[in-house]
């Protein structure tokens, strides 16, 4: 059976922080790994990962996949209230059906 | 472009009713599918569609009906509804070629079953 495992569930960090996403799967057609930040309404999108060891960024997220062990990590530098949110980890199989982790809370306190 | 229309926002049925949630696309994608999203889980896929008159289930498909017409509809309908399906519902949609496709969701709507 096709699973993403995100880790942790949740956590709770100080403006300024570093904070570091797991996102773990096992799907039979891997075709690209995405990850999203939903604020209580619709995902939005923020990275798609096709090929290990490439950095993506975006400001102060960066992700990067492993293919081989099969994991991918969300970096937040410089954290802000305003990266308060789920974030959601999905892999994409051919067909474009996506399967989602549970996502991870993550609150920043000012 | 309006992007991903989904209708109504909000709903409330009683147990047994029938309702239909509503989905359009004005980006001629190909791939239209429906999620549902509950309390400490991700989406999980109800159903999906590659194009015109192609449905197939995804993985919690039981009591929902879904049909593809047009390009650009995808409706989603509770047969007899549940408090199980309380929810909220995403429509998203994609084009269905390429090395990798990023998908487009709806603001969602969200479905209360007393």
């Known amino acids: 059976e096709d699973k993403v495992v995100q880790s942790p569930l949740s956590l709770v960090v100080h403006e300024g922080d570093t904070v570091t996403l797991n996102c773990s799967y096992e799907?039979?057609?891997?075709?690209?790994l995405l990850w999203y930040k939903q604020e209580k309404k619709a995902p939005t999108f923020l990275f798609m990962l096709?090929?290990?060891?490439i950095e993506k960024k975006s400001g102060r997220l960066s992700s990067i996949l492993d293919k081989k062990e099969l994991f991918s990590i969300l970096n937040i530098t410089a954290t802000q209230t305003g990266d308060s949110a789920v974030y959601l980890c999905a892999v994409q199989e051919y067909g474009n059906k996506l399967v989602f982790g549970a996502g991870t809370i993550l609150r920043v306190k000012s | 472009n309006a992007g991903v229309t989904q209708t109504p926002k909000f709903q409330v049925l009683k147990t047994g009713q029938s309702m239909t949630l509503q989905c359009a696309q004005d980006?001629?994608?190909?791939?239209m599918s429906w999620y549902r999203q509950d309390p400490g889980m991700g989406l999980r896929l109800i159903h999906y569609s590659v194009g015109a008159g192609i449905t197939d289930q995804g993985e919690v498909p039981n009591g929902y009906n879904v049909s593809r017409s047009t390009t650009e509809d995808f409706p989603l309908r509770l047969l007899s509804a549940a408090p199980s399906q309380t929810s909220v519902y995403f429509c998203?949609?994609?084009?269905?070629?390429?090395?990798?496709?990023?998908?487009?969701f709806g603001p969602g709507t969200r479905l209360t079953v007393t």
């Open positions: 799907v039979t057609n891997f075709r690209s």
């Open positions: 980006m001629n994608h190909e791939y």
């Open positions: 998203a949609s994609s084009l269905d070629r390429g090395p990798s496709v990023e998908q487009y």
């Open positions: 096709t090929s290990s060891g």
